[in-house]
T-cell receptor, first 108, second 116 residues
Framework: GIQVEQSPPDLILQEGANSTLRCNFSDSVNNLQWFHQNPWGQLINLFYIPSGTKQNGRLSATTVATERYSLLYISSSQTTDSGVYFCAVELYNNDMRFGAGTRLTVKP | DADVTQTPRNRITKTGKRIMLECSQTKGHDRMYWYRQDPGLGLRLIYYSFDVKDINKGEISDGYSVSRQAQAKFSLSLESAIPNQTALYFC???????????????FGSGTQLSVL
């Protein structure tokens, strides 16, 4: 089946730093989403991005579907950005596959 | 009020017990999903339902069953709980008609289940 790999698995930043999270997938997909799971376990949709680039405040995402990867950029990180970031791909049979996540810790 | 509500938020149970996790939604979506999350594995799909009469197995359906009582309700049952079913469980909904034909998932707040 399709493989969804996220890197790095863990990331520690100082507040104010920028970061890039990567999601590679092994086959063509119908679409891709990025989620943030906060330290209390709640999952929040960040981007719905099957291709192209989107921006929302300090966050932006780019998906290059032909090369099977997506990037999530976090600029000027804040402590509230801490948590786990997941990418999820939707297959053409409507099934979803999640990556294992990147655990981000932003230190004050 | 949350659009996707899971109950209970936390549950501790013993091996062999039957347990039901409930999910209700006010979004009016036809599609509903149950996922479990384990550290280092991300979220994995247990079951999904595209309408009241449609139930499909996901990646890891063994040991679980579901019931779609109505469009708004989708329950997950563990008939005989075992310790490796200890996990964080998420319910989600989606509507393929939004976002220019693409689906977008909406998650509940999760249920932390511990099986002793």
């Amino acid at each position: 089946g399709i493989q969804v790999e996220q890197s790095p698995p863990d990331l520690i930043l100082q507040e104010g730093a920028n970061s890039t999270l990567r999601c590679n997938f092994s086959d063509s997909v119908n679409n891709l989403q990025w989620f943030h799971q906060n330290p209390w376990g709640q999952l929040i949709n960040l981007f719905y991005i099957p291709s192209g680039t989107k921006q929302n405040g300090r966050l932006s995402a780019t998906t290059v579907a032909t090369e099977r990867y997506s990037l999530l950029y976090i600029s000027s990180s804040q402590t509230t950005d801490s948590g786990v970031y997941f990418c999820a791909v939707e297959l053409y049979n409507n099934d979803m596959r999640f990556g294992a996540g990147t655990r981000l810790t932003v230190k004050p | 009020d949350a659009d996707v509500t899971q109950t209970p938020r936390n549950r501790i149970t013993k091996t062999g017990k039957r347990i039901m996790l409930e999910c209700s939604q006010t979004k009016g979506h036809d599609r509903m999903y149950w996922y479990r999350q384990d550290p280092g594995l991300g979220l994995r799909l247990i079951y999904y339902s595209f309408d009241v009469k449609d139930i499909n197995k996901g990646e890891i359906s063994d040991g679980y069953s579901v019931s779609r009582q109505a469009q708004a309700k989708f329950s997950l049952s563990l008939e005989s709980a075992i310790p490796n079913q200890t996990a964080l469980y998420f319910c989600a909904t989606s509507d393929p008609s939004v976002s220019q034909g693409f689906e977008k998932l909406f998650f509940g707040s999760g249920t932390q289940l511990s099986v002793l």
